[in-house]
């Protein structure tokens, strides 16, 4: 199997990074292109993948092309592949907002895999939803995903909406735990203590929380349960988010990401 990454920027490097060393493909099964004559110069001194500059040098040679590029660059780079492609191929897709639909239209290809990814697929601690096209196969769909999972975790979910849905929770919810982390350090920095004090209780609490979270079978309203005991101080942290309404704002501004994926889907 041969996988051709297209775009080797952020997220595309990570991916090609994730499957080289996962050892799920040889060396010259990955190609990465790039049309930018800086990434390409950083991409020819890597050893675990060939780089290319044409996509007629690659397209062709591709079971699956992983396009890694910005939505706005879609309909070009899927203008120029269409007379390179074979039905066989799957596109595997991690653009935000753009569809299933318009990949078939613009490629002419019917294997579509529409994913999401979030930033800590850069430490192998990723979680990338996806939806497959019905074209796609059980046996290429557990290929894809053992491709996806080389940067973390994937779910697979029912439909487009529900990607769009992800990116309201996993896609952009780093954001919102480093928002929470900001909160806290500014609190223990007003408490007297230094940054780095502050960032060590901090990141120190977070990673700690969610690996006892992860170990257990226990939700997170049970933990709070068994951390908050009456007349005590968790408690009287928690009463306080609970008073300001907290809970009811955090679901808010996932749905505001929720809806903001939705409209930037329609855009494109
Ligand atoms: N970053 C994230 O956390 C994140 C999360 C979820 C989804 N995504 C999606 O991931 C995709 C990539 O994002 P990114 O942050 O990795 O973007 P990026 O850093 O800008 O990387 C894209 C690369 O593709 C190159 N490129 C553009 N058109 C090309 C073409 N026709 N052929 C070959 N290379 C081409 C760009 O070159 P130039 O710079 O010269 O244009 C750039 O080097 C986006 O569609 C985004 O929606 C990203």
Not at 206 to 221: D, H, I, R, T
Request: aromatic share 6%; proline share 3%.
């Amino acid at each position: 199997m041969k996988v051709l990454v297209i775009g080797a920027g952020n997220m595309g490097l990570t991916y090609a990074e994730g499957m080289s060393k996962s050892k799920l493909l040889k060396r010259k099964n990955i190609m990465v292109l790039d049309k930018s004559e800086e990434k390409l110069e950083a991409l020819n001194q890597m050893e675990h993948f060939d780089a290319f500059s044409d996509l007629k040098d690659c397209v062709p040679e591709a079971d699956i092309i992983f396009v890694a590029v910005k939505p706005y660059h879609a309909e070009a780079l899927f203008k120029t592949i269409k007379p390179m492609v074979n039905s066989q191929q799957i596109v595997i897709s991690i653009m935000a907002g753009v569809t299933i639909a318009s990949i078939k239209e613009h490629t002419g290809l019917q294997k579509i895999v529409r994913a999401m990814p979030n930033l800590p697929a850069k430490i192998g601690k990723g979680l990338t939803s996806y939806v497959i096209s019905p074209e796609v196969s059980r046996i290429e769909m557990l290929t894809v995903e053992s491709l996806l999972d080389t940067t973390g975790k994937s779910l697979q979910v029912s439909n487009e909406m529900r990607i769009d849905a992800s990116t309201g929770i996993s896609g952009s919810g780093p954001a919102y735990v480093f928002y929470f982390m900001q909160s806290m350090m500014e609190a223990a920095m007003q408490m007297g203590f230094s940054k780095n004090e502050s960032t060590v209780l901090v990141s120190q609490t977070f990673s700690g929380a969610v690996e006892l979270f992860k170990q257990s079978n226990l939700s997170p309203n049970s933990w709070m349960e068994r951390v908050a005991s009456k007349g005590g101080t968790t408690r009287a942290a928690l009463d306080s988010m609970e008073d300001n309404n907290v809970n009811e704002l955090i679901k808010e501004a996932a749905f505001a990401a929720f809806n903001r994926a939705v409209e930037l889907g329609k855009e494109h």
